[in-house]
């Protein structure tokens, strides 16, 4: 048996489109987490080229953005 359970993780284009806007704070708060991802990755070798809002995972439960599967 499988149990299913809701997620609240959404990519930050949708995000936007539930919210409507992020507060200045908020915003700051979720780009920071961004770059530090993405420095991260740079760091390892690694270069995205597609960073925006659809290509950014969301939990909309903790307003973070999410860096790796739980």
């Given at each position: 048996?499988?149990?299913?359970?809701?997620?609240?993780?959404?990519?930050?284009?949708?995000?936007?489109?539930?919210?409507?806007?992020?507060?200045?704070?908020?915003?700051?708060?979720?780009?920071?987490?961004?770059?530090?991802?993405?420095?991260?990755c740079m760091?390892?070798?690694?270069?995205?080229r597609d960073?925006?809002?659809?290509?950014?995972?969301?939990?909309?439960?903790?307003?973070?953005?999410?860096?790796?599967?739980?």
């Open positions: 048996m499988v149990m299913e359970h809701e997620t609240a993780m959404i990519d930050l284009f949708e995000a936007t489109q539930k919210l409507g806007y992020f507060s200045e704070k908020s915003a700051a708060r979720i780009l920071r987490q961004a770059y530090l991802g993405t420095t991260h760091k390892v070798g690694i270069l995205h960073i925006k809002d659809e290509n950014i995972l969301f939990d909309m439960k903790t307003q973070e953005v999410c860096t790796a599967p739980s």
